[in-house]
């Protein structure tokens, strides 16, 4: 079904266009390596492009209500 693929395909380009924004807020975290059980509320994640710090090698900083982590390559 060739509607079906082109709807896959939009969803792949507009996660690809999300992931590579330098933040998002709200929703789910989208995961650089493993997922991590985290309890609280996710707030936001944000890279070296959003904010002058250093994440390691192309890191992501997650921010949960109650804690914050980065995760790296």
């Given at each position: 079904n060739?509607?079906?693929?082109?709807?896959?395909?939009?969803?792949?380009?507009?996660?690809?266009?999300?992931?590579?924004?330098?933040?998002?807020v709200l929703g789910e975290p989208l995961w650089l390596q493993n997922?991590?059980?985290?309890?609280?509320?996710?707030?936001?994640q944000f890279d070296e492009s959003f904010v002058d710090v250093n994440l390691g090698d192309l890191g992501i900083m997650y921010v949960f209500s109650d804690t914050a982590f980065f995760q790296c390559h």
């Open positions: 060739d509607s079906g693929e082109h709807e896959d395909e939009r969803i792949r380009d507009l996660r690809s266009t999300i992931y590579g924004a330098g933040a998002r997922e991590v059980d985290v309890v609280s509320p996710f707030v936001m």
